[in-house]
């Protein structure tokens, strides 16, 4: 499975981005999907993850009401829409898949086999 994201760039806080993911697989839809960010000097955190059915969301909090993922398996692609953006948002996004995530470990990264190389969002204040 490869995995490309794109979409990000530079906006003001308050404004709206959407990040794409485009895997190459003919198995998409058997996988479960999510976005990670990694800021300058931070660890790379959750951010949002999606089943492989797309029957479960997950997020974490300090996006709830401001982004939602969602996918589109007949594109084999995963969408994050990001909205009301802040400064602290600013970070290289991926997105991952995995074969084997259930609930409780959607929101680790050692639950992912697969990566994109990431897409950069800035936000300015």
């Known amino acids: 499975v490869q995995l490309q994201a794109s979409g990000g760039g530079l906006v003001q806080a308050g404004g709206s981005l959407r990040l794409s993911c485009a895997s190459s697989g003919r198995t998409f839809s058997s996988y479960s999907m999510g976005w990670f960010r990694q800021a300058p000097g931070k660890e790379r955190e959750f951010v949002a993850g999606i089943k492989w059915g797309g029957s479960g969301t997950y997020y974490a909090d300090f996006v709830k009401g401001r982004f939602t993922i969602s996918r589109d398996n007949a594109k084999n692609t995963v969408y994050l829409q990001m909205n009301s953006l802040k400064p602290e948002d600013t970070a290289v996004y991926h997105c991952?898949?995995?074969?084997?995530?259930?609930?409780?470990?959607?929101?680790?990264?050692?639950?992912?086999?697969?990566w994109g190389q990431g897409t950069q969002v800035t936000v300015s204040s």
């Open positions: 991952a898949a995995s074969s084997r995530a259930i609930t409780t470990t959607m929101r680790s990264e050692g639950t992912y086999d697969y």
